[in-house]
C-alpha cells in the first residue's frame, strides 16, 4: 500500500469537495478546482469529513498513481483554503521588474523590456523593484509561470546576474586570475 495515498486528507472548514464519474472538484473560500482521475482502479471517497484514496489491485501504475492523486487532491485543498506564492529575485546592474495591470515587465539586460502576461487565476506582484511574487490556487499553474519568467534570464555563474528562486543558491565561480 502506498504511504503518501492511503493517509487521508483532512477537511478544513468552509471546503466542499464533490466526486461525480472520476472527476473531484474541491470548492473553498479563494475558489474552485477540478481534477480528473485517468485510472479506474483509483476510487474516491469522502468519509467523516476526510477525502479518501483506495485502489482495487496492486497493478504497477495502479500503485504508482496513488499517490500521485492524493498529493493533487491535496494541493487542490490547500490551494483553494491558503493558495501558494512563489518568490523570485531579479538580480543585475539595471535589473528591475514592475507590474502593470495583469502585465510583468522585466528590464533584464535585453535591448526591449520583455511583457509576460499573467494567465487566468494567477497574480503577479512586485513588492520591491528586484522581487516578484507569483501567486495563485493552482499549485503547478504557480509553478509554471514562476519558472517561465526565470527562464527569461537565468542566472549566470559568476555575478550571479538574472532571474532566480528566493529560496535559490548559486554557487558563483571563481573569474580569471591574472598572469604571474
Not at 14 to 25: M, N, Y
Amino acid at each position: 500500500m502506498s504511504r503518501i495515498g492511503r493517509m487521508p486528507i483532512v477537511l478544513p472548514e468552509g471546503v466542499e469537495v464533490k466526486v461525480e464519474a472520476g472527476l473531484v472538484t474541491v470548492k473553498g473560500p479563494k475558489g474552485q478546482l477540478s481534477q480528473q482521475i485517468g485510472n479506474k482502479d483509483i476510487s474516491v471517497a469522502v468519509e467523516n469529513n476526510a477525502i479518501v484514496l483506495s485502489r482495487a489491485n496492486d497493478k504497477k501504475d495502479a500503485r504508482a498513481q496513488h499517490g500521485l492523486y492524493r498529493a493533487l487532491i491535496n494541493n487542490m485543498v490547500v490551494g483553494v483554503t491558503k493558495g501558494f506564492e512563489k518568490a523570485l529575485i531579479v538580480n543585475g546592474v539595471g535589473y528591475k521588474a514592475q507590474v502593470q495591470g495583469k502585465k510583468l515587465i522585466l528590464n533584464i539586460g535585453y535591448s526591449h523590456p520583455i511583457e509576460i502576461e499573467a494567465p487566468e487565476g494567477i497574480t503577479i506582484e512586485c513588492p520591491q523593484l528586484t522581487e516578484v511574487v507569483v501567486k495563485g490556487i493552482d499549485k503547478t499553474l504557480v509553478g509554471q509561470v514562476a519558472a517561465n519568467i526565470r527562464a527569461k534570464r537565468e542566472v549566470e555563474p559568476y555575478h550571479s546576474y538574472g532571474i532566480r528562486y528566493k529560496d535559490e543558491v548559486v554557487i558563483t565561480k571563481e573569474g580569471k586570475t591574472a598572469g604571474k
